[in-house]
């Protein structure tokens, strides 16, 4: 390594533990804040970045159509079935709660997919509607930005300003006052959170990173303090996962202030969006007529070259003469899960994973890779999935293989430079800013190419994606 590319390490990794976004401390309880750093940011070119922007509008376009499908299922006008897989498991007052017409076209404010780059293209194996990482990627953002690298999204102002927009918008006014809620369940990103945060306020935006027992509630609204004022909140940033409101102090409050328009909230309480299922509703031939007319043309052929096959492991018991729509094994339709089970480890090339409300359900948790576990492990797993249907709902998917490229990172023990044979996944942040998605940034993830789940871990490579020129 040159002395110019130690330097570039050591600025790196100097300036994101300043901001409590990185530790090089493997040994710690977790590797959210502990990877491999580069000295360059991934490259993509000029059409796949054009390509990456356009998909922020079909991925809005589907929520919407999602938003639809639903609301039209539980009113009788689509199979009801439809509202009953994404109604699963979660309580009745939160089913209603989402179903009030005051929240009717409320969609996410923040869109985030998971993009697998293969040989063919991409793949988006999952659409994240209560991210984290955007404020990491706005500093890497930050830090890889340097002559012959366009940073791709600061272009189009990057994260703190399309986050700090988009929050305005669903205030509905100008100026208004953001508190951003982090939850005991998300505290591994509360620092980047806080470094938005600062971010913002060094731009004049009145914004609080708070914890939900911070909040004050009084009758008029949600208020926090600064200092021994007390500021009342126009907006709130919702980071913490539905499935643990039994979990978050004052939950009940903060539905009673949305519900009564005193503080608006993003992403909605909703949490039929944010439902893995809702690729298989999209894959069902029964509702193919519905999403081509409410998608559109374009952005239906565009979803369904991208979207994994995907299906609910719902263990009720299938007719005779039935079979679960599209599902191949051993070049026979499957008309029973259990014919999934003696699958070789070649032919059990999917992904089972928990659809949402779990805690299982994020930050790759709960996902098991066919082929990447024994014979017993797969059988095991297909049954307890199953076995938790309804009460919590997985999904089987197709797994589509990232392609090879090579990585590099610094090896601090050596003062090296290392080269990775690595698989990516691109995690783009689009934000929704009155009905339009603008690209704010991508973050690469470049694991091991032997692993088959692709996530932030201490043995991979996160950079900012940009082009040449």
């Known amino acids: 390594m040159t002395a110019t590319e130690e330097g570039i390490y050591s600025e790196i990794a100097t300036s994101l533990s300043g901001a409590g976004l990185y530790s090089a401390d493997t040994d710690g309880d977790s590797e959210e804040n502990t990877w491999r750093i580069s000295t360059e940011p991934y490259f993509l070119s000029a059409q796949e970045v054009e390509f990456i922007d356009r998909l922020g509008q079909h991925l809005l376009k589907f929520y919407s159509a999602l938003n639809q499908c639903y609301l039209d299922s539980s009113k009788g006008k689509l199979p009801g079935w439809v509202a009953q897989y994404l109604d699963a498991g979660k309580p009745q007052e939160l089913i209603d709660y989402g179903r009030m017409k005051r929240f009717k076209n409320a969609l996410p404010g923040i869109i985030r997919p998971d993009l697998i780059v293969t040989e063919e293209g991409f793949s988006v194996t999952e659409l994240d509607s209560v991210p984290g990482g955007f404020g990491l990627t706005a500093r890497l953002m930050s830090l890889y930005q340097k002559e012959g690298n366009k940073i791709v999204g600061h272009e189009n102002g990057g994260i703190p300003e399309l986050f700090h927009q988009m929050t305005q918008a669903v205030a509905g006014k100008p100026e208004s006052v953001l ?245 990516v996944r691109l995690t783009p942040y689009y934000f929704v800013v009155k009905g339009t998605p603008r690209l704010g940034g991508i973050l690469a993830t470049l694991c091991p190419h032997d692993k088959k789940k692709i996530h932030g871990m201490a043995d991979a490579i996160m950079v900012p994606c940009a082009t040449r020129g």
């Open 179 to 423: 508190g951003i809620i982090v939850s005991d369940e998300a505290k591994d990103y509360l620092s980047e959170m806080v470094y938005l945060a600062d971010l913002l306020r060094q731009k004049g935006v009145s914004v609080y990173t708070v914890h939900p027992r911070d909040v004050i509630f009084r009758e008029n609204g949600l208020f926090v303090l600064d200092g021994d004022s007390e500021v009342r909140l126009d907006v709130v940033y919702r980071f913490y996962e539905l499935f643990d409101l039994k979990n978050i102090p004052k939950s009940e409050l903060f539905l009673y202030s949305n519900k009564k328009g005193q503080v608006q909230t993003t992403p909605p309480f909703k949490p039929f969006l944010e439902e893995k299922l809702s690729f298989a509703l999209f894959h069902h031939p029964a509702l193919a007529s519905f999403w081509e007319k409410a998608l559109g043309l374009e952005t239906f052929a565009v979803l369904s070259h991208l979207i994994p096959k995907t299906w609910v492991l719902d263990n009720r018991e299938i007719p005779p003469y039935g079979v679960i729509p599209g599902l191949i094994a051993d070049q026979t339709p499957v008309s029973d899960w259990r014919e999934l089970f003696p699958l070789s480890q070649k032919q059990r090339e999917y992904a089972i994973k928990p659809s949402g409300f779990s805690p299982l359900s994020w930050g790759s948790r709960g996902v098991v890779i066919g082929h990447d576990v024994s014979s017993a492990e797969w059988q095991e797993t297909l049954e307890n999935s199953l076995a938790q249907f309804p009460h919590q709902p997985s999904i089987l998917q197709e797994f589509h293989k990232g392609k090879t490229v090579i990585g590099s990172y610094y090896r601090p023990e050596t003062g090296t430079t290392v080269e990775m044979k690595s698989r």
